[in-house]
């Protein structure tokens, strides 16, 4: 990967990076409310948002995909539009069941990594190891 490429790749992972961990705030604030407080709006007030950052996901990433190779740009892309498309009905249906699942498999352990920060690792490994081999 050229210089170019490498900075942009790094602001891309950076962008998911920082949306990841806002999303894991948000979370955490939803559960805080919800169990310490009962406080079942700031609960739904949080998971909208979580589920808000994912709908606009492929926006926010957009302006940082010019520069990649079209490839990994293309997977990128992908990635995040799929994400926005599971997380458009929790919004429409306004499901506070269904915004707390997103991005969490049925077999999801308390602990183990969400599908975005899963992402955020194989593109990781991806980007080490074409760094490593020169590309």
């Given at each position: 990967?050229?210089?170019?490429?490498?900075?942009?790749?790094?602001?891309?992972?950076?962008?998911?990076?920082?949306?990841?961990?806002?999303?894991?705030?948000?979370?955490?604030?939803?559960?805080k409310?919800?169990?310490?407080?009962?406080?079942?709006?700031?609960?739904?007030?949080?998971?909208?948002?979580?589920?808000?950052?994912?709908?606009?996901?492929?926006?926010?990433?957009?302006?940082?995909?010019?520069?990649?190779?079209?490839?990994?740009?293309?997977?990128?892309?992908?990635?995040?539009?799929?994400?926005?498309k599971?997380?458009?009905?929790?919004?429409?249906?306004?499901?506070?069941?269904?915004?707390?699942?997103?991005?969490?498999?049925?077999?999801?352990?308390?602990?183990?990594?969400?599908?975005?920060?899963?992402?955020?690792?194989?593109l990781?490994?991806?980007?080490?190891h074409?760094?490593?081999?020169?590309?």
């Amino acid at each position: 990967m050229k210089k170019k490429g490498q900075e942009q790749f790094s602001a891309v992972l950076n962008a998911l990076q920082d949306i990841s961990d806002k999303i894991r705030a948000l979370e955490a604030e939803a559960r805080k409310a919800l169990l310490e407080s009962n406080d079942i709006a700031v609960y739904k007030r949080k998971l909208n948002e979580k589920t808000l950052l994912l709908v606009d996901l492929s926006e926010a990433l957009e302006p940082l995909l010019e520069g990649l190779e079209s490839k990994t740009a293309e997977e990128i892309r992908t990635k995040a539009a799929n994400l926005a498309k599971r997380a458009e009905p929790a919004l429409s249906l306004s499901s506070t069941f269904y915004m707390s699942a997103l991005l969490y498999p049925e077999d999801y352990k308390e602990g183990d990594k969400n599908d975005l920060e899963k992402f955020i690792e194989q593109l990781q490994a991806k980007y080490q190891h074409s760094d490593a081999n020169g590309q």
